[in-house]
């Protein structure tokens, strides 16, 4: 009865302290890192902004924009996931890349993901089940101008409960007709942790 009454109090107890509220963007980032040293979102929107930034202020990226007519068209290949962890959240970082790039509007994406079910489609259209006069034809689609690629690295270092992480994103935009590189940028995010401090 004892050991029953004493697993109800502490059940109880338990539920009792716990507690959840909806925060912002800023002080979401700081509780993150109360309790992980981990990549979190905040991460990937400030690596991504300071990536673009570092694109439109590129010397060369405004030399090559002089003389280019009409709005860009870039293919965004997937950014590596070269860290250790395994679970490094790689596709959120792709996610909020393709956000950032589509809702700035300084490049007309061309979607790689959409191709293979856009081809499907018109090869249906053209298999004679659509009116040919609305069959869409294969052969238009845009052909990406420039090419953005990257990876996420990671270096850490461990002494005495204390962790120092490293992230660094590396980019690059190269012009897909000449091969030639346009720009490179880099962005680095660093997480310092102290295990012993928090009793772990």
Not at 79 to 93: C, K, M, R
Not at 114 to 125: M, W
Not at 163 to 175: A, G, Q
Request: net charge positive; hydrophobic share 35%.
């Amino acid at each position: 009865m004892k050991l029953l009454l004493a697993s109800l109090l502490m059940f109880t107890f338990s539920c009792a302290s716990f507690k959840a509220e909806r925060v912002s963007n800023k002080d979401s980032d700081e509780k993150a890192m109360e309790i992980t040293d981990k990549w979190v979102v905040e991460d990937s929107r400030r690596a991504v902004k300071e990536i673009l930034n570092q694109i439109k202020n590129h010397k060369n990226f405004k030399r090559v924009m002089k003389g280019f007519r009409g709005q860009p068209k870039v293919f965004i290949a997937e950014v590596q996931n070269n860290t250790s962890e395994a679970y490094f959240p790689i596709g959120d970082l792709n996610e909020e890349f393709l956000y950032e790039v589509s809702a700035e509007g300084d490049f007309q994406l061309v979607d790689n993901q959409a191709r293979e079910e856009i081809l499907k489609e018109i090869t249906y259209q053209n298999d004679g089940m659509v009116d040919p006069n609305q069959a869409k034809q294969i052969g238009k689609q845009l052909g990406a101008d420039f090419l953005i690629f990257g990876s996420v690295n990671m270096d850490r270092k461990k002494r005495d409960g204390k962790t120092l992480k490293e992230y660094t994103v590396n980019m690059r935009l190269t012009n897909l007709e000449t091969a030639g590189e346009v720009a490179r940028m880099r962005t680095r995010v660093n997480k310092f942790s102290n295990a012993k401090s928090y009793g772990w």
